[in-house]
């Protein structure tokens, strides 16, 4: 079965593996020799390929592949190595495409691809402050009110300019006292 990404086949894969880490917290006894581990479960699986497009068909493959990554969005993926590893959906993390010198037909692709988990609602729905959007508007209201107060102030100050111009000039006139 050839590897898909969506309703994309993934012509000619030459290579493709899987990465797994664990994400542990190390906790030390203050004034203790030994430490403690936390499990903090394990971070998304990502998966690199690479493979080679030829053909006629190449141009439309490398023009559909870099939409789904432009997308940005979760894609279902579809392979025989990921299929023990319970991956279901991938974000495109990175794409790297390279025409393959002398053959125009030829052009290789790199995809690392991150598993997409589905983030997981808040038990208690109660805890969250609903009222902090409109706290968040009436800050900014007040920050935006207070920019358009000081763009008037900066513009009504250019009347002042002759006479204060005027009186510089003749404060550098002035005679400096010296000292002794």
């Known amino acids: 079965m050839r590897p ?37 479960g394990r971070r998304p699986t990502r998966v690199a390929l690479w493979g080679v497009a030829t053909g006629d068909d190449a141009p439309a493959f490398v023009d559909k592949l870099e939409a789904k990554f432009r997308a940005g969005t979760p894609f279902d993926f579809v392979a025989d190595i990921t299929a023990d590893a319970h991956i279901e959906k991938v974000v495109i993390d ?37 009222g902090i959007l409109d706290d968040a508007t009436a800050l900014m209201s007040g920050l935006v009110d207070g920019l358009a107060l000081g763009q008037e102030f900066v513009t009504n100050l250019e009347r002042f300019v002759p006479t204060l111009s005027e009186l510089l000039d003749r404060l550098q006139k002035l005679p400096r006292p010296q000292h002794p």
């Open 4 to 40: 898909m990404l969506d309703d994309l086949e993934l012509p000619q894969v030459q290579e493709i593996g899987t990465y797994d880490r664990r994400a542990l917290a190390e906790h030390q006894a203050p004034g203790g020799d030994g430490s403690h581990l936390q499990d903090l």
């Open 94 to 130: 990175d794409l790297q495409l390279q025409q393959i010198a002398g053959r125009p037909d030829r052009t290789a692709f790199v995809l690392s691809l991150r598993q997409f988990l589905e983030p997981v609602e808040p038990a208690d729905l109660a805890a969250i402050d609903v």
